[in-house]
């Protein structure tokens, strides 16, 4: 078996890796700082400033981060002026809808503040978030170029400094404005990331061209066309999100919604370094392997991502439920104990929520935009009706439930979509390592609903240990020939 894929992507995913953890890291100490400072209820706020803040990007990109990201992989081996057009192109666009995105922001400030706060006090916050849209669309124009080109360590090195300096701001405005300080950080961090990245990307001198009116029509025709139903289908899933923490927002004294924000914080911000690598890596060279016609070479690759994020993926989720509670307790504090009964059957959903993400780029990769958008914003929809639905049913669980019903569902479609339409097949490695991955969760969950703590705690322990091993021999085959378990087995015939 050739092992091309498993060292690059794996690679990739080392790199992002590293930059991702060193973003955990910080992004650690950030949220025991505002969990302690702000409170639980505070904290809730912040997940809903930034839910509004995403909503109104997702509504004025249109999908330019996918779109763009692809349009520029499927172009890098053209000529050098094609090139270079539609990269200016992407640089106009994204301007164009962070200024878009900033008029929005301001002239329905007061509304948005009353319907999310049933007050206009918070008016001026959306007004001085107009600046942050604007450099926010900056930053996204220049990682959009800088990801489609393939540029992975101008992009990593870019994002430490704003990882690191983000940080630092965030904490200094959280202290001396307390919640008012959210917004401040905002501001100030996406300007400063636009600085650091203005900078960093100077050394880059793109070629001059000039796109006619004919051009830019085509392109805008394109681009908003291919985008829309993306920039829709983010904008569902955003408004989605937010109808789900408005109604958890008064139950509790906004308690739930800061479990809430704090469930999803650790199943996706924490969780998810691999899903920053495929994004960042594993669409562009997608998209660039299905544009030249190589379909088999795209679904090895496919399969080959497959293994790679669930074999990633496997370890650290089950080390979770072991160590979840502890986890929780030390990032945030002993209030938000209760959010380990979200990761119950949430964290067994992350494992489906990487098919679709692996498989879903092949939608994406073969610009089957419609397709895409129904199975996303079915899923978005679902995904409110799911988590009302079974939150009133069994509390806190019913929340990481749903979650998990409703990406086996997405999933399930998916994987009959992309066989049907592109013939494409799991390998047996991956049908395998589903399997194993879907019987050690039943087993851990089972394990969790029926039988003392101490006993859950072991049989979780035993799951982590096969997993940990498993994964480790899995990937020292495919990355280094086997040649770390050689020396591990010579080391103890000695």
Same mark, same amino acid.
């Given at each position: 078996?050739?092992?091309?894929?498993?060292?690059?992507?794996?690679?990739?995913?080392?790199?992002?890796?590293?930059?991702?953890?060193?973003?955990?890291?910080?992004?650690?100490?950030?949220?025991?700082?505002?969990?302690?400072?702000?409170?639980?209820?505070?904290?809730?706020?912040?997940?809903?400033?930034?839910?509004?803040?995403?909503?109104?990007?997702?509504?004025?990109?249109?999908?330019?981060?996918?779109?763009?990201?692809?349009?520029?992989?499927?172009?890098?081996?053209?000529?050098?002026?094609?090139?270079?057009?539609?990269?200016?192109?992407?640089?106009?666009?994204?301007?164009?809808?962070?200024?878009?995105?900033?008029?929005?922001?301001?002239?329905?400030?007061?509304?948005?503040?009353?319907?999310?706060?049933?007050?206009?006090?918070?008016?001026?916050?959306?007004?001085?978030?107009?600046?942050?849209?604007?450099?926010?669309?900056?930053?996204?124009?220049?990682?959009?170029?800088?990801?489609?080109?393939?540029?992975?360590?101008?992009?990593?090195?870019?994002?430490?400094?704003?990882?690191?300096?983000?940080?630092?701001?965030?904490?200094?405005?959280?202290?001396?404005?307390?919640?008012?300080?959210?917004?401040?950080?905002?501001? /100030?961090?996406? =300007?400063?990331?636009? $600085?650091? &990245?203005? *900078?960093?990307? !100077?050394?880059? @001198?793109?070629?001059?061209?000039?796109?006619?009116?004919?051009?830019?029509?085509?392109?805008?025709?394109?681009?908003?066309?291919?985008?829309?139903?993306?920039?829709?289908?983010?904008?569902?899933?955003?408004?989605?999100?937010?109808?789900?923490?408005?109604?958890?927002?008064?139950?509790?004294?906004?308690?739930?919604?800061?479990?809430?924000?704090?469930?999803?914080?650790?199943?996706?911000?924490?969780?998810?370094? /691999?899903?920053? =690598?495929?994004?960042? $890596?594993? &669409?562009? *060279?997608?998209? !660039?392997?299905? @544009?030249?016609?190589?379909?088999?070479?795209?679904?090895?690759?496919?399969?080959?991502?497959?293994?790679?994020?669930?074999?990633?993926?496997?370890?650290?989720?089950?080390?979770?439920?072991?160590?979840?509670?502890?986890?929780?307790?030390?990032?945030?504090?002993?209030?938000?104990?209760?959010?380990?009964?979200?990761?119950?059957?949430?964290?067994?959903?992350?494992?489906?929520?990487?098919?679709?993400?692996?498989?879903?780029?092949?939608?994406?990769?073969?610009?089957?935009?419609?397709?895409?958008?129904?199975?996303?914003?079915?899923?978005?929809?679902?995904?409110?009706?799911?988590?009302?639905?079974?939150?009133?049913?069994?509390?806190?669980?019913?929340?990481?439930?749903?979650?998990?019903?409703?990406?086996?569902?997405?999933?399930?479609?998916?994987?009959?979509?992309?066989?049907?339409?592109?013939?494409?097949?799991?390998?047996?490695?991956?049908?395998?390592?589903?399997?194993?991955?879907?019987?050690?969760?039943?087993?851990?969950?089972?394990?969790?609903?029926?039988?003392?703590?101490?006993?859950?705690?072991?049989?979780?322990?035993?799951?982590?240990?096969?997993?940990?091993?498993?994964?480790?021999?899995?990937?020292?085959?495919?990355?280094?020939?086997?040649?770390?378990?050689?020396?591990?087995?010579?080391?103890?015939?000695?």
């Amino acid at each position: 078996m050739s092992t091309s894929n498993y060292k690059s992507l794996f690679k990739a995913t080392g790199l992002f890796g590293m930059v991702e953890a060193l973003r955990i890291f910080l992004r650690i100490g950030v949220n025991k700082f505002a969990s302690t400072y702000l409170g639980l209820a505070g904290y809730g706020i912040v997940g809903l400033i930034e839910n509004i803040t995403q909503l109104i990007s997702s509504l004025t990109s249109f999908g330019i981060q996918f779109t763009g990201v692809r349009a520029i992989a499927a172009q890098k081996n053209s000529d050098e002026v094609s090139l270079h057009k539609t990269i200016k192109f992407v640089t106009l666009f994204t301007i164009a809808s962070g200024t878009l995105a900033a008029f929005i922001s301001v002239v329905f400030a007061q509304q948005i503040s009353k319907y999310a706060f049933k007050t206009t006090d918070y008016t001026i916050w959306f007004v001085i978030l107009g600046v942050y849209f604007v450099c926010n669309s900056y930053v996204q124009g220049k990682t959009i170029i800088l990801e489609g080109l393939q540029e992975v360590r101008k992009l990593l090195l870019l994002n430490v400094f704003v990882n690191i300096f983000g940080a630092l701001v965030i904490v200094v405005c959280y202290y001396y404005f307390y919640l008012n300080g959210i917004v401040a950080a905002m501001v /100030v961090t996406s =300007a400063l990331n636009a $600085f650091i &990245f203005w *900078r960093g990307t !100077q050394p880059y @001198q793109l070629i001059k061209v000039t796109l006619n009116k004919e051009e830019l029509q085509t392109n805008l025709k394109y681009f908003s066309k291919s985008g829309g139903l993306l920039a829709i289908n983010t904008t569902i899933g955003l408004a989605c999100f937010f109808l789900i923490r408005m109604f958890f927002k008064p139950i509790d004294n906004g308690h739930v919604l800061g479990y809430y924000h704090t469930g999803n914080t650790l199943m996706v911000a924490y969780v998810g370094i /691999v899903f920053i =690598a495929i994004s960042k $890596f594993y &669409f562009p *060279r997608l998209s !660039q392997t299905l @544009q030249q016609k190589q379909k088999e070479d795209g679904s090895l690759l496919v399969n080959n991502q497959l293994e790679l994020c669930l074999l990633t993926l496997m370890p650290v989720l089950f080390l979770l439920y072991l160590i979840g509670k502890s986890c929780i307790e030390l990032l945030f504090s002993t209030a938000f104990l209760p959010v380990y009964e979200i990761l119950v059957f949430g964290l067994a959903a992350i494992f489906i929520k990487g098919i679709n993400y692996v498989v879903g780029y092949m939608i994406l990769s073969h610009n089957h935009i419609k397709t895409y958008f129904y199975i996303n914003a079915l899923s978005d929809v679902l995904n409110v009706v799911l988590t009302i639905a079974f939150y009133r049913w069994i509390g806190l669980y019913g929340i990481g439930l749903a979650i998990l019903v409703n990406y086996s569902l997405s999933a399930l479609y998916t994987l009959y979509y992309v066989k049907k339409s592109y013939d494409f097949k799991m390998n047996k490695q991956v049908k395998n390592l589903f399997m194993g991955l879907t019987f050690a969760n039943i087993v851990v969950i089972t394990a969790y609903f029926k039988t003392e703590s101490l006993w859950f705690y072991v049989i979780t322990f035993c799951v982590f240990m096969i997993a940990l091993i498993y994964s480790a021999v899995k990937l020292d085959t495919y990355l280094f020939d086997g040649k770390t378990s050689k020396k591990i087995r010579s080391f103890f015939k000695k």
